[in-house]
C-alpha cells in the first residue's frame, strides 16, 4: 500500500469559507491538500468550495449522467467488476487508472486547473482502490537535460492545439500527459533548431519520463476516510488509482465525489507551426 505524504488538517462544515482559504493555501504550498471535514458535506457546500478555486466544470457526457450530481459532481463509485471498457466505464469499476494529467488530450485551456475529491465512503483499508499522486515537479528533476528539452517539443499527435508534454507556466514544470498504459502513444515532434530529431530519442525520452513517473520515491496515496475533501493541482501533480474498491461480500463500494474546477490563467501561446517530425512509441 502507497503511503500518505499530505497532512490532513481539521476543518468545519459550518466554516466553510475559512476551510476553502486554508485549502487553497496549502494546494499552493504543495500542489494538493486534505481537509478532514467533520461531517459529509452536502453537494451544495462541496461546489461552494469548489468554487473558491475556480469555475466548477460541467460533466456533459451523457454517458456518465446516471453518476452526474448539480451538474458538476461526479459520482466515483467502484460498483462495476474490472471492465475493459476504459473510455469511460472504468471510472465506475475496479479498475485501476493509470498516472496522467487530468484531460491531457485537452487543449491546457480546457484542462482543469484543480480537482477536488470528496469521501463519502473509503475503500476498505487494504483493499486497493486507493488514489494515487506524484509530484511533477520530482518527475521533472529526474529526467536528463536532453530528455527534458525533448519532451518540451513533443505533443499529442491528431489533437489540434494540444500542450507539448512538458512545459513552464509561472515557473513550474508543468506536464500534460497521461501514462500510455501499454497502449500505442502517438506523438509529434517540433523539430525548432534540431531537425531530423530521431523517433528513437523521442521515445527515450518518453520510457524516461514514464520511468519516473512510478518512482517509489516520490509516488504518494491519499489516505481515504469519510468527510475527507482532497485538493489537487493539475499542473503541479499527477493522479491516478489503484485496483480495487469494489466490496466483495456485500458492503458499499468506494465512492468519491469530485469537481472539477476550470483554470483560471490567460489562454496557453499557440503552438508553433515548423513542426516536421512524428511517431509512435509502441
Ligand atoms: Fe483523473
Known amino acids: 500500500m502507497v ?10 462544515a459550518e466554516c466553510l ?31 461552494e468550495v469548489a468554487s473558491y478555486f475556480g469555475t466548477p466544470m460541467l460533466q456533459p457526457n451523457p454517458k456518465t449522467q446516471p453518476w452526474v450530481d448539480e451538474q458538476v459532481i461526479l459520482n466515483l463509485r467502484a460498483e462495476r467488476e474490472e471492465t475493459a471498457d476504459v473510455e469511460w466505464g472504468l471510472l465506475f469499476a475496479e479498475n485501476f487508472i493509470v ?9 491546457a485551456a480546457h ?10 465512503e473509503p475503500p476498505l483499508p487494504g483493499a486497493g482502490g486507493q488514489t494515487i499522486v506524484v509530484p511533477m515537479d520530482a518527475v521533472a528533476r529526474c529526467l ?13 499527435a491528431r489533437i489540434p492545439d494540444a500542450p507539448p508534454f512538458l512545459r513552464s507556466e509561472n515557473g513550474r514544470d508543468v506536464f500534460s500527459i497521461r501514462d500510455p498504459g501499454g ?27 514514464l520511468s519516473s513517473l512510478y518512482s517509489p520515491d516520490t509516488i504518494r496515496g491519499i489516505p481515504w476516510q469519510r468527510n ?47 513542426s516536421v517530425a512524428g511517431g509512435v512509441i509502441p
Open 99 to 107: 498516472l496522467h494529467t487530468e484531460l491531457a488530450l485537452k487543449p
Open 111 to 120: 484542462q482543469p486547473r484543480y480537482i477536488l475529491l470528496l469521501c463519502v
Open 228 to 274: 475527507l475533501l482532497a485538493v489537487i493541482d493539475n499542473q503541479r501533480v499527477f493522479h491516478g488509482r489503484t485496483f480495487g474498491g469494489r466490496p466483495l461480500s456485500g458492503g458499499a463500494p468506494r465512492h468519491l465525489r469530485r469537481i472539477r474546477v476550470s483554470r483560471d490563467v490567460r489562454q496557453t501561446a499557440e503552438l508553433r507551426q515548423h
Open 17 to 47: 469559507q475559512r476551510s476553502a482559504e486554508c485549502l487553497h493555501y496549502e494546494v499552493e504550498k504543495h500542489g494538493s491538500a486534505l481537509a478532514r471535514f467533520d461531517r459529509l458535506l452536502s453537494n451544495s457546500e462541496f461546489i
Open 183 to 209: 497502449a500505442g502513444l502517438e506523438w509529434h515532434y517540433e523539430d525548432g533548431d534540431q531537425p531530423g530529431a530521431a523517433a528513437a530519442e523521442v521515445n527515450a525520452a518518453i520510457r524516461s519520463f
Open 144 to 156: 536528463n537535460a536532453a530528455h527534458s528539452r525533448m519532451l518540451r517539443r513533443t505533443r499529442y
Open 3 to 12: 503511503t500518505s505524504g499530505t497532512h490532513a488538517f481539521e476543518a468545519q
